[in-house]
């Protein structure tokens, strides 16, 4: 019997998590119905709307149980709990399984969605897959009958970067199981372990088993459980003795791996970005969805791309073929999680049009044994045909015995009964079902380590118990009381562990690598209950201490993230050094910079393990996590978008890259890959281009330096010494450069040519140099004198950069460059750019075999003289900036700044009426001179003789004395900036020591105090010098009406 229908789609909103509720974020998702809407944070009226076949709202309005599970709060609640859910969806799939329709629900959505608890659920909260285990044989003793007999097969697998791990088997699997294809079964997992069962304890206990095994799957590599795909399937029979009837229903129920952050500078420059397979699955699955979804809607599509992936093969029944599939979509509703809650609940409106054709499957068991004899006889027929013919094809003949040993020995399992099966799985039962007794008893014995997990549902699964006496733990168990772990960075003998008098001790051996509580122990040390230990690399565990000391804490707090967090704050980068470097805590963090902090928790541990990673393959690299411009700014002083990064450098010979994250966690899914096959003692020959760890020696971003304009409004020569500063706000270098306004030939202006109001500017030409002279007190070159620098720059709203040429070996390296840029028509836009923008430079490290960035002009327009042409145009209002507010006494400063441009601004009103009245004396006296009078009789002649050696030469010598003044003060107002800025990107120390942080705030203060007396010598040296020149024109004044 034929069933058509299509997919059927929820999404399930999850609340705040605790980093979430700490930054404040702002709930972005209302739901009406099964109607979601999303708004954008940084546009409000930009809305979308989806609707799906069901919506559970879990974000709020619940409260947790005596029990440890999460209910509605009340009546009135629309909060949708796990047993809601599951009424929805697995009553759902079950209720096609007991038709005989074989039923796939999917679970998709981004890391840290909710995804695997709605899956699996925590603690006591159980999920879809053990409710639904668990009310299949709930069903089947209510539906016991003689003619009936119920029979369930349980297997678990894992897909990670395209490998097939069966986490039900005892043995190891070297490069993973194969995926097979046959006309009978389609495609299938060859040897994947399949355990009867006839209890939900015996489930729940293989789930646990399977669990364990997927934290540990991988030999020497933390993988992590976001990254992999979980398939369980439940085959269940049921078999009608009287009327030998079969039906057959797989239950897939699959928890897909969740999508990682995507950045605009993602992995597209990586030349190997084709190169790793950890994404394969979910790309390809993509692809397989918009396909049938074009299907669906009537488009002609050349191919369905199954083939291209692992997981889309063992998925083809479920999407678009034999299958009754359910699909619940997991979202994030905080503003930090914008992109991947859109990009999720776009991908689930796709698949909700895909149409899938069950069929009941009714003796599968009779028609799969004649379809497996049918195929066997003709393989054999094929052998024989080979033989006879004489021909060698030894490849060939050996894949169709394999075929056909393959049948044999499905048709030998198939005919084997289902009590002999029950009787082979009990052994294994028993002796599990020991083991987890004893667990038990222990946990209530011994102090232990319990593991965390990057994926909340896979951490404490295990457990490491300190029994009483000398425990050793590490790779080698030759030692009379040992544990073994496997992991990167950690010894045959790291660390020993002592139980004695009430009182656990560890002391690290050697150099073994072990953290507590974010500080790195190189001595023996007391453990205390709900220590955070990690081992090596990233081997994470909570120390749960003797049960006297135990109380009923809730050991959920100590996440992955809580272990990485508390790493970053004890090297003095955190959440709150992120949003606000001046020392006041944020109310709000900025949604940007809380997903930037995120990023850095999260690569911080694969950072380091690419590092045991290079050590362990002798690879002579170290990486370093930084965080692009962490204290620059763009060319209004407005901090930049942050972005993590990683820093590569080469021990032996200093070269040095920067890796953008995408790129990075690329390259690490490469590096783990090529290690694994390492570790499984394969000869590991890697040629240089697909080398994970090599790449062409390019030039460094080295640090920023800025270059304020305001002076080219008044026609002011700027010479200037200004640092450039690394993304850390450290200082690189020290450049000396001038801005010099001059004429279209270039001679420099003189004093007579500086203007005390700049609207005299409008509708004019503009000319200026920039002057770059020497860069000083190199660091690039301090490291490595074999090095060279450039410096690049773009001018107003030039379309192409500026370089210097290349210099090399040399720490004061000589530039003497000068370009002179022209703009036809200074307009008042112009004006106000050059009134609060910067020149911005940027400074270039190049390394040996690094040729220089390349200076071409491109296409740009030039005057008759030679100058560049940029005539000014206003940019479009910039994305994507972060502003941050500095603390109480910065803004005390920039209250001051304010009111001293007000002063300013009321100067140049004064002067423009003097200007105005100059005006109108100029116009009275011109129609004096025609007159040749003038009104106390006398000849204009004579009176201008007598006026033209006081009034006259005063005049002119008041605005030059003026204009003195404005250049003095413009002058003290750059340092004042520089200040500033440096303010801004001082950061605290590292290190956690009292005396450090006390100096540091001394000199903070005294820094602060300095500008504070900068601002208050401009202000008072430009009062006095104009109130000199206001009292020099008052006795000139008195002077001439007395002398008249």
Known sequence: MLSADSVKVAVRVRPFNQMEKDARSHCIISMFLNSITICDPRNRNNVKSFTFDLAYWSHSAFIKNDEGILIPDGPTSRYADQRRVFDDLGQEVLKNAWKGYNATLLAYGQTGSGKSYSMIGYGPDRGIIPLTCHELFKAIQQNQELDKQYQIYFSMLEIYNEKVIDLLSKSKQPGGLKVRESPQRGFYVEDLTSVPCESYQQVEQLLKEGNKKRITASTNINMSSSRSHMIITVRFKQVFLKDNLTKQSDINLVDLAGSERQRASGSEGDRLREGSAINLSLTTLGNVISALAEIAMGKKVPHVPYRNSTLTKLLQSALGGNSKTVMIATVSPADICYEETLSTLRYAERTKNIQNKAVINENPTEQLIQELKAENFKLRSTITKIRNSGQRVEEETKELRRALAENELEMAEIQTSWEQCLERAQKEWEQQYQTLTQERQMTQTFPYLSNVNVDPQLSAFIKLFIRDGETVIGQSSN??????????????????????????????????????????????????????????????????????????????????????????????????????????????????????????????????????????????????????????TDSRGHDLVKEVMVKVTNILTQQVWIWSRAKFVNRKFIMEDIYQRFVDGEKISVDRETDPFWDPIEAVHLGTAYVWLQSLNYCITLEEHVEFHNSQGEEEAILQMNLVPCSPTGQPLGEDGILIDPTELLGQRLDFQVQIIQCLGIKWLKQNIKRGIQIRYHVLSHPHPFHTKPVWNNVNARVDQVMQFTVKSVSQELLSYLQNHALVLDLWGLQEDCVGISSSFGDAELTDEGSIIIDYVKPPAPSRVLQETGDNQLSELYVKL?????????????????????????????RMMNDGTNPDGKSFHHSNIQASGSKGTHKASYEVEFAKALKR????????????????????????????????????????????????????????????????????????????
């Open 969 to 1044: 003060f413009y002058q003290s107002m750059n340092q004042v900036r520089s200040q500033l800025q440096g303010l801004r990107r001082h950061r605290a120390p590292d290190e956690a020591s009292v005396d450090l942080l006390q100096l540091y705030l001394d000199k903070q203060t005294w820094a602060i105090k300095n500008v504070g007396d900068s601002f208050e010598m401009s202000m008072n040296t430009l009062k006095n010098d104009v109130s000199l020149i206001v009292k020099k024109k008052k006795e000139q004044s008195l002077w001439s009406s007395v002398t008249k």
């Open 898 to 926: 304010s009111k001293l441009e007000q002063e300013i601004e009321l100067l140049r009103d004064v002067n423009r009426t003097l200007r105005r009245d100059n005006v109108t004396l100029k116009d009275t006296l011109k």
């Open 479 to 632: 030692f009379s009381h040992a544990i073994v772990i496997k992991g990167l960075g950690i010894a045959d003998k790291h660390v020993t562990i002592t139980n004695r008098d009430n009182k656990v001790t560890l002391e690290p051996h050697g150099q073994a690598k072990v953290t507590i509580n974010g500080v790195t122990v190189l001595s023996k040390v007391q453990l205390r209950h709900l220590d955070r230990v990690i081992l090596g690399s990233n081997s994470t565990y909570l120390y749960v201490g003797l049960p006297q000391e135990r109380n009923a804490e809730d050991l959920s707090k100590y996440d992955y993230d809580f272990f990485q967090s508390e790493l970053a704050a004890v090297e003095g980068f955190d959440r709150d050094a992120l949003g606000k470097r001046q020392g006041r805590l944020a109310e709000k963090v900025n949604p940007s910079v809380l997903a930037v902090f995120l990023d850095y928790i999260r690569v911080k541990p694969m950072v380091a393990e690419a590092n045991q990673i290079s050590k362990e393959l002798n690879k002579d690299l170290k990486f370093e996590l930084e965080v692009k411009n962490l204290a620059l």
